[in-house]
């Protein structure tokens, strides 16, 4: 797991070998104010991360950085958490044991939430994972299968992928699939 902001901040002050009450001091802020954002309860305003990165010798845009990439990861998680939540009301996991946000793989997640959700839950997983990838999960685990998902593959193909003539692209898709399988045997 990454580190967030108020870890980083806490590895530098040990490096430095500052105690708190001297670092926020230092910065010009409270005590209180220093540990809300080394407990990720307080973002980190543009002119304190520039003294920060200046105190600390820090390049530029830092501490910005990973104040950013940890919402990114929460906003993620938090959106992986909901789709997960929507997949066990509709009952995708059935034949699964126990299935929880750590150990459903993304594969799963994207094939599950295209077959058991809606259009504004398929949109989410542009959030979370680049369209390349969807589409390559789509391409080799749902389009290939025929009839069975044939009229929910050729509006994915339509209004995700923007795929022009999809009964045609899933019939070829089909096809290379089972020339790929005869190939193995």
Request: hydrophobic share 40%; net charge neutral; proline share 3%.
């Amino acid at each position: 797991m990454e580190e967030n902001l108020g870890q980083y901040i806490g590895r530098l002050m040990a490096r430095d070998h500052y105690k708190q009450s001297a670092l926020a001091r230092e910065l010009g802020i409270s005590r209180q104010m220093l540990s809300n954002i080394m407990l990720d309860q307080k973002e980190v305003s543009l002119p304190l991360s520039l003294k920060i990165e200046s105190l600390f010798s820090l390049p530029e845009g830092t501490i910005l950085k990973i104040q950013n990439d940890c919402k990114i990861r929460q906003y993620k998680e938090s959106v992986r958490e909901g789709l997960c939540e929507k997949l066990k009301q509709a009952h995708a996991f059935w034949s699964y044991d126990e299935v929880t946000m750590g150990n459903l793989p993304d594969e799963m997640l994207i094939e599950k939430v295209f077959v058991h959700l809606d259009m504004d839950d398929i949109a989410k997983l542009f959030e979370l994972f680049p369209k390349k990838f969807i589409q390559k999960v789509w391409r080799e685990n749902m389009a290939i299968q025929g009839e069975y998902l044939f009229d929910l593959n050729v509006m994915i193909a339509l209004y995700f992928f923007h795929i022009r003539k999809p009964e045609a692209y899933l019939h070829r898709q089909e096809s290379l699939n089972l020339k790929k399988q005869t190939s193995y045997a």
